[in-house]
C-alpha cells in the first residue's frame, strides 16, 4: 500500500502545499508524477476532499470545519482523509490530506498517517478525528 500527504511542510505563515510521499520518492517532481495514478484530479486535493459546511459562499474561510475535524472519503477503492490545518499555512484553504491506494476504516487510515507522518503530526495543536464518511 502506497500513502501520501497533501500539505504544506513549510513553517507558519509561509505560503505553498505540496504533495509528500511516505516511501521514496518523497517529495517533489518524482512525487508530483505519482499524481497519475490516482483516481480523481489531483487539484482536488487542495481543499475539496476538506469537510466544508453547506452553504452559500461555503469556499470562504468561515465555511470551514474547525481544524483536525476530518473527513473519510472512498472513491474507487482508494481512501482519503483530509482536515483543515493552519498549523504550516494560516490563510484560508489550508488543508491536509492523506491518499491511501487502498479501502481502509477511519481508524486504521489514522493509525498508518500518524505512523508514516509522525513528525507532521507533532505539530498539530489539535485531536484529528473523523466527522464524516463519505463515497465519492
Known amino acids: 500500500m502506497k500513502v501520501w500527504w497533501f500539505g504544506c511542510a513549510t513553517k507558519p505563515d509561509t505560503a505553498g502545499h505540496g ?5 521514496p520518492p518523497y517529495h517533489g517532481r518524482e512525487a508530483y508524477e505519482e ?8 487539484e482536488t486535493l487542495d481543499g475539496q476532499f476538506a469537510p466544508r459546511t453547506k452553504t452559500k459562499g461555503a469556499y470562504e474561510k468561515g465555511a470551514e470545519f474547525p481544524q483536525g ?11 482519503v482523509v483530509a482536515f483543515w490545518d493552519r498549523t504550516g499555512d494560516s490563510r484560508g484553504n489550508s488543508n491536509t490530506a492523506f491518499v491511501f491506494d487502498a479501502f481502509l476504516g477511519s481508524a486504521d487510515a489514522l493509525r498508518i498517517a500518524r505512523e508514516k507522518f509522525p513528525k507532521l503530526f507533532e505539530r498539530f495543536t489539535f485531536y484529528v478525528h473523523i466527522v464524516e464518511t463519505v463515497e465519492a
Open 35 to 42: 499524481y497519475k495514478s490516482f483516481p480523481f484530479q489531483w
Open 19 to 23: 504533495l509528500h510521499a511516505a516511501q
Open 69 to 79: 475535524e476530518a473527513r473519510l472519503t472512498y472513491i474507487k477503492g482508494w481512501t
